[in-house]
């Protein structure tokens, strides 16, 4: 009898949220194209993907992350990392929203290794976020990769430092 109670009172909850789901509409960024939109009520409240209000802090954060558009792997490898995923989620939510733009994702690399071996090693960098933008729905189609390899550093030294910072993908939009 206990059981039955709590399963009307779930289903009697899912009944009223769903009924107020159909309020909410997708309102695009107003004057830029690259703006990431968010869901709005009549009011003009701003929500999240859960169908949350997001805060200012939510929002920055948001803002942060699609600022980055380099993507950092550690040595001789092509996973991404926690903060890397971040960005790419990222970029990946503002792609699906909206379908106009393509992006080129650069595979780079630092100078330790034969110059074959960091081309392949930066395309497989490039192809690690394109397989991960994929899962997220972006379609491959709006998709190139390229390998840099070691061509284009953004660090010219020869130290720890600089190496991390030349591995890398860059999202070029």
């Not at 003009?44 to 929002?59: I, Y």
């Not at 890397?84 to 780079?108: C, D, F, K, S, Y």
């Not at 899962?135 to 390998?147: D, E, H, P, W, Y």
Request: proline share 3%; net charge positive; hydrophobic share 35%.
């Amino acid at each position: 009898m206990k059981n039955r109670k709590h399963l009307v009172a779930s289903l009697l909850v899912a009944f009223i949220l769903a009924g107020c789901a159909g309020d909410k509409a997708v309102k695009p960024a107003a004057g830029d194209k690259d703006a990431v939109p968010t869901q709005t009520t009549p009011a003009g409240g701003e929500f999240g993907p859960s169908g949350a209000a997001l805060s200012d802090r939510e929002k920055q954060k948001r803002a942060d992350l699609l600022s980055q558009r380099r993507v950092h792997f550690a040595f001789d490898s092509s996973a991404i990392d926690t903060e890397g995923r971040a960005i790419v989620e990222a970029h990946a939510a503002h792609l699906v929203a909206n379908p106009q733009l393509r992006l080129t994702l650069e595979g780079n690399c630092d100078e330790r290794g034969t110059r074959e071996y960091n081309l392949a090693l930066g395309e497989r960098r490039a192809q690690a976020v394109e397989r991960l933008m994929k899962v997220l729905g972006v379609a491959g189609n709006r998709i190139k990769t390229v390998s840099y390899g070691e061509e284009k550093p953004l660090c010219q030294e020869h130290n720890e430092s600089c190496w991390r910072q030349n591995r890398r993908a860059e999202i070029a939009y």
